[in-house]
C-alpha cells in the first residue's frame, strides 16, 4: 500500500461528538445519502446538497430515486424541507433528473412542492406541469370526476400572508387566468375535494364530516373542532376510541402524537407527571398504519440521552413505543432505553398516556453510552444461560448515533461489540443503526458490513422496510428499498 492509499484510508476515520470511534462515509456516497436523509430537518443547505451531489455523481437515477423516497408521505420518509432543498438543486444543477419528473410531486409529496422551483432553471416546465394538473382537475370538475389535491396546495391571492398573496397573484397569471377567475375556480374545486379549512373559514362547522378529516388536520385542528363543534365532534371521537368510526391518522408519525402527549417542562427535563390524555390523539394512535410484521424478533434500543432533546427524543421513544406495543412476539411492550445507562423498559397500561407514563425516565437525558445497553443485553443472556437462538435476532439503535467513547483502540463501536460478544460465546445479533437526528457525517459501519442495516428518518413505516432485509449488508438492503416497484415511476433523462 502506498502512502497516498493509506492517507485515503486513514481519512475515513472520525469521532462522534462524545468521542467514539465512527467513519464519516460508508465507502458508497448513494448509502451515504440514504442513510442520514430522513434525520437532516436541522441540517445546513450545503450539508444535504453536497450529499445529494456524491451519490448523483455514482448513480444520477439512484439518487433521484432516494430524493423521492425521503419525500414519500406514505411509503416513504415523508421529509419535506430535505426534498425541496434537492429538487431546488436538481433543478439548477441537473435539470435532466428532474425534468422528466415534475408530475410526480404531488403524488410523493404536496404539489405546493413546486413552488420551491420557482426562480431555478425549471421554473416554465414547473408552470407547464401546474397549469396541465390544474386544467385536468377543472375538465373533471366540469363532469363530476374525481379531482386531484392540487387545489388544497396551490396559492391564490386572498390568502392572510403577504408573501402567500403574491405567489397566488403569479400561479394566477401563469396558468392563464385572471386573480378573480383563478380563485373562483379554486374554491369550486376545494369544495370538490372538501378542503376542511374552507368549511372552518366559513364558520360551517356542522358540514365538517369528521371520519374524512386528513390525518394531520385532524391532529392541528382538534381543539378548535372541540370549541365550535363540541357535542358532534365529541361523539365522533369516542366513536372513534371505540372502534366504532374511522379516524385517520395514515400520514402521522409516531412522535407527532408523543410530542403533544409527553410535554417538556423549561430545561427541556422531561416529566412523567407531565404526561396528558387527550381522546382525539389516542384514537389517532391507534389508528396508525401497522407496519410490524407477525414473528418479529427484534428489541428497540432508544436513545434517551441529553443531546436527543426535543423533537428526536420524541422520534426515539415514539418509534421504541409504537414498535414495542405492535410486537406480539417475544419482545412484545418491551423495548431498552440508554442514557448514562441503560434499562429494560415494560410498557403497561391500555391507553398512550399511561404507557408513556409506565417508562422509568430517570436516568434519561444524560451522556450517550450504548456500549452500556449491548453489554446489558450480553449480560442477561450470560447470567441466564440464554442459548444463541432464542438471542434477539435483531436490535434496532435508534439515536443522533453520537455514541459516547468506549475505548482507546482504534476500532469502530460495531466492531468492538461484535469483539466482546465473540469472546464471551456469541454472535452479535443483527443490527439497525436508526438515525433520527444527524448533525454531522457519522457512520457506525461501512458499506460492506453484513448484518447491518442503515436507516433513518421519523416515519414507522421503516419498520417493515428494515424487517425485510435482515441479514443483509448496508448496500443490499438500501437497494432493496429503493429498487422497490413504488419508485419505479421514476426516471432520469439521458
Known amino acids: 500500500m502506498n502512502f497516498a492509499q493509506a492517507a485515503r484510508n486513514d481519512s475515513v476515520f472520525t469521532r462522534t461528538e462524545n468521542g467514539a470511534v465512527a467513519l464519516n462515509t460508508t465507502g458508497d456516497a448513494r448509502l451515504d445519502l440514504f442513510g442520514t436523509i430522513g434525520s437532516l430537518r436541522g441540517a445546513e443547505t450545503v450539508r444535504i446538497e453536497r450529499l445529494f451531489s456524491e451519490a448523483y455523481k455514482v448513480d444520477p437515477l439512484f439518487a433521484a430515486k432516494i430524493a423521492f423516497y425521503a419525500r414519500d408521505v406514505r411509503g416513504g420518509l415523508g421529509e419535506r424541507q430535505t426534498f425541496r432543498t434537492i429538487i431546488r438543486y436538481m433543478a439548477q444543477r441537473h435539470p435532466e433528473a428532474l425534468r422528466p419528473n415534475l408530475d410526480l410531486i404531488g403524488v410523493y409529496g404536496r404539489y405546493d412542492d413546486l413552488y420551491c422551483l420557482v426562480g431555478t432553471r425549471l421554473e416554465s416546465e414547473m408552470w407547464e406541469a401546474m397549469k396541465a394538473q390544474f386544467e385536468e382537475d377543472r375538465r373533471n370538475l366540469e363532469a363530476g370526476n374525481a379531482v386531484s389535491l392540487l387545489a388544497k396546495w396551490i396559492k391564490t391571492a386572498d390568502a392572510s400572508s403577504a408573501a402567500t398573496r403574491k405567489l397566488g397573484i403569479l400561479t394566477a397569471q401563469k396558468l392563464g387566468y385572471s386573480v378573480y377567475e383563478f380563485k373562483r375556480i379554486v374554491r369550486a374545486l376545494r369544495r370538490k375535494i372538501g378542503v376542511i379549512e374552507t368549511l372552518m373559514s366559513a364558520g360551517h362547522w356542522d358540514e365538517i364530516r369528521y371520519p374524512e378529516v386528513p390525518s394531520r388536520a385532524m391532529m392541528i385542528y382538534r381543539k378548535a373542532f372541540l370549541r365550535h363543534d363540541g357535542e358532534r365532534y365529541g361523539q365522533f371521537i369516542n366513536r372513534a376510541a371505540a372502534g366504532e368510526e374511522k379516524i385517520h391518522a395514515d400520514t402521522l408519525y409516531p412522535y407527532d402524537i408523543v410530542e403533544k402527549v409527553m410535554p417538556r417542562y423549561p430545561g427541556f427535563r422531561v416529566s412523567s407527571a407531565a404526561v396528558i390524555e387527550d381522546p382525539a390523539l389516542e384514537a389517532q394512535w391507534r389508528q396508525l398504519p401497522d407496519y410490524v410484521e407477525p414473528g418479529t424478533n427484534a428489541l428497540v434500543i432508544a436513545d434517551t440521552s441529553g443531546s436527543m432533546s426535543g423533537r428526536p427524543l420524541a422520534s426515539s421513544v415514539g418509534l421504541a413505543v409504537y414498535f414495542a406495543e405492535r ?57 441466564n444461560h440464554v442459548p444463541q437462538d432464542v438471542m434477539p435476532k435483531s436490535l434496532i439503535v435508534i439515536s443522533d448515533m453520537e455514541i459516547d467513547y468506549c475505548g482507546d483502540r482504534s476500532w469502530t463501536f460495531y466492531e468492538q461489540m461484535e469483539r466482546l460478544y465473540r469472546i464471551n460465546g456469541y454472535q452479535i445479533p443483527n443490527l439497525i443503526f436508526w438515525n433520527v437526528a444527524s448533525r454531522h457525517d457519522i457512520f457506525h459501519a461501512d458499506k460492506s458490513r453484513r448484518g447491518v442495516q442503515l436507516a433513518s428518518g421519523q416515519s414507522a413505516a421503516v419498520f417493515r422496510q428494515i424487517m425485510q432485509t435482515v441479514g443483509m449488508n448496508p448496500v443490499e438492503a438500501m437497494e432493496k428499498i429503493i429498487n422497490s416497484e413504488r419508485y419505479e415511476a421514476i426516471t432520469v433523462a439521458g
Not at 358 to 373: G, K, P, V
Open 327 to 383: 410486537n406480539h412476539g417475544a419482545y412484545h411492550n418491551m423495548f431498552m432505553s440508554f442514557s448514562g445507562t441503560s434499562r429494560i423498559q415494560m410498557i403497561r397500561g391500555e391507553t398512550l398516556a399511561q404507557k408513556i407514563n409506565s417508562i422509568n425516565m430517570s436516568d434519561w437525558e444524560n451522556n450517550t453510552n450504548l456500549q452500556a445497553a449491548f453489554k446489558h443485553v450480553l449480560r442477561i443472556a450470560l447470567l
